[in-house]
Structures are given as structure tokens and as C-alpha cells.
């Protein structure tokens, strides 16, 4: 091969190489502008996702803070019946009525016994 052809081929090699570059380069470009474009894209979901997240804790801690006052005020809370008084006076009806049954039925047998007695005795002493 001569000395011109060497040269010729030489430059035809570099052309292609230099053609094959400025492709690689152009595609790198376009890839390049795409993940810019990607990135941005990535930065404004992540900026929504960051206000979420604070919205979110922020409602977290509020739900929280209100769980932890119920549970206080339970702690505090005094359980009244609002039918105390008639349950107290149900009560009291009930225990005097058993009272008043027993003490009836003692005074009814009582009765009977000191009946009996006194038939007893005016039949021994007729």
C-alpha cells in the first residue's frame, strides 16, 4: 500500500471515527437532557411527597396527643349512675320489705305459740 492510500485511509478511518463520536455524543445529549427532564419530574414528586409526609406526621402526632388526652380524662373521669338515688331507694324498699316479711312471720309463729300455751294451760286447768 502506498504512502497515499495509507493517508487516504488513514482519513477515511478518522472521518468514521469522528462521525461515530459526534452519534455517541448526540445520543449522550439527548440522554442527558431526558434525565434532566426525569430529575426535575423527581424533585417536584419529591417535594409533594415531603408536604405529604408533614401533613401526614403532622396529623399522626395530633391523633396522638388527642388519644393520650381521652386516655387522661378516663383516668379522671368518675362513673355515676344517674339512677343512684333510685337504685339506693330500690334498695332500701327491698331490704325493709324482707324485714318486714321476717319479722311478720317470727310475730305470726310467736303468736300462735303463746295461743297455744294458753290453750294448753285453760285445758289443764279445767
Known amino acids: 500500500m502506498s504512502e497515499d492510500e495509507k493517508k487516504v485511509y488513514d482519513k477515511f478511518i478518522d472521518d468514521v471515527i469522528i462521525r461515530n463520536n459526534k452519534i455517541t455524543e448526540g445520543q449522550f445529549e439527548v440522554i442527558n437532557v431526558k434525565l434532566d427532564g426525569i430529575n426535575n419530574h423527581l424533585g417536584k414528586i419529591n417535594g409533594r411527597v415531603n408536604k405529604h409526609e408533614d ?72
Open 55 to 126: 401533613i401526614i406526621n403532622a396529623a399522626l402526632e395530633e391523633r396522638a396527643r388527642h388519644r393520650q388526652k381521652e386516655a387522661d380524662e378516663e383516668k379522671n373521669r368518675v362513673f355515676t349512675c344517674p339512677k343512684t338515688d333510685e337504685i339506693n331507694e330500690l334498695k332500701s324498699t327491698n331490704i325493709t320489705e324482707r324485714a318486714m316479711k321476717r319479722y311478720n312471720t317470727k310475730l305470726f309463729v310467736i303468736g300462735i305459740s303463746i295461743l297455744g300455751l294458753l290453750f294448753t294451760a285453760v285445758s289443764l286447768l279445767y
